[in-house]
Nanobody
Framework: QVQLVESGGGLVQAGDSLRLSCAAS????????MAWFRQAPGKEREFVAT????????NYADSVKGRFTISRDNAKNTVYLQMNSLKPEDTAVYYC???????????WGQGTQVTVSS
């Protein structure tokens, strides 16, 4: 069982930056690929970014590529999402999720709200 707790959300203006954190419980954090998803009001949850279990490989949605950076610290059981040049369309609840290689995302956090004003 893995528990994920996000933090770092808030209200910012367009162009500002935020860093989200997701702290994971358990001793096997380094076995899991981690990802960030987001869900805006009235929309489906969408993929934002993912990082491999070692941190050596990352992938991003086109909408955030060049602005967001996902990283992880396996010693701290934490994954981060650095968000720069935020836009109003980035407004959403952001969730972190984890999965073992070859499996679906089985563990989800409760989400943290990010609101970007224009």
């Amino acid at each position: 069982q893995v528990q994920l707790v996000e933090s770092g959300g808030g209200l910012v203006q367009a162009g500002d930056s935020l860093r989200l954190s997701c702290a994971a419980s358990g001793r096997t954090f380094s076995f899991y690929a981690m990802a960030w998803f987001r869900q805006a009001p009235g929309k489906e949850r969408e993929f934002v970014a993912t990082v491999s279990s070692s941190g050596g490989s990352t992938n991003y949605a086109d909408s955030v590529k060049g602005r967001f950076t996902i990283s992880r610290d396996n010693a701290k059981n934490t994954v981060y999402l650095q968000m720069n040049s935020l836009k109003p369309e980035d407004t959403a609840v952001y969730y972190c999720a984890s999965r073992r290689v070859g499996l679906t995302y089985a563990y989800w956090g409760q989400g943290t709200q990010v609101t970007v004003s224009s």
